[in-house]
């Protein structure tokens, strides 16, 4: 089961603005993705979920991820999210994950699977994949989402997407506060 059929039969999208085929016999998935869902009101409501990976930038083939980034509001909801998605993990997956409560970048194994966490506190992912890729906005801004999304990838994997080496358990010391500032109008 590739992980777009995974993420429909278990309804564990969450406002997806993307969600196909890419080329190459990749598909792409750009929004969020349930990791612990929101309580059940009734059977046809239910509150939002309790804990998300935001603004999630995935690139698979059928059997596994190739490419995943996203928002973790805390360095705790890692192992709750590992949980959930691993099996379409494997050590040539490149993971890039922006958490708004961690006070120092640093690349991590976990079960083999290498880990890139950086500290988000104003950006967004789409905007800090940008830098880390070396490409500017405006070399995508007249693309549609499938082919930025394929861009985006490609310079990615060009890119060095690693910060210091540590252990799991460096990286959750360095949990802080949240430290993300809200934006837009009050």
């Known amino acids: ?13 969450w406002q997806p603005s993307f969600n196909g085929e890419l080329g190459d016999g990749l598909v792409g998935y750009r929004g969020a993705l349930i990791v612990e869902e929101g309580k059940q009101l009734s059977p046809d409501r239910k509150l939002p ?36 998605y691993k099996a379409y993990f494997t050590p040539q997956t490149l993971v890039i994950l922006y958490v708004t409560d961690l006070d ?11 880990i890139n966490a950086y500290s988000l506190a104003e950006s967004s992912v ?12 405006g070399d995508l801004k007249k693309l549609d989402n499938k082919r930025k ?27 802080g506060e949240s430290s993300k500032k809200i934006m837009g109008a009050v």
């Open 149 to 175: 999304i394929e861009v985006l990838y490609q310079g990615l994997l060009d890119a060095d997407c690693t910060a210091k080496s540590m252990s799991f358990e460096e990286i959750l010391s360095y949990k």
């Open 1 to 13: 089961m590739s992980i777009l059929q995974f993420i429909k039969e278990n309804d564990l999208a």
């Open 126 to 137: 789409w905007n800090e994949l940008l830098d880390l890729s070396g490409l500017d906005k």
């Open 104 to 114: 120092k970048n640093g690349t991590f194994t976990y079960h083999d699977i290498t």
């Open 49 to 84: 979920p309790k804990v998300q990976a935001k603004q999630v930038l995935l690139v698979a083939d059928d059997t596994k991820v190739t490419f995943f980034a996203s928002e973790l509001e805390s360095i705790l909801h890692f192992e709750a999210f590992f949980e959930k």
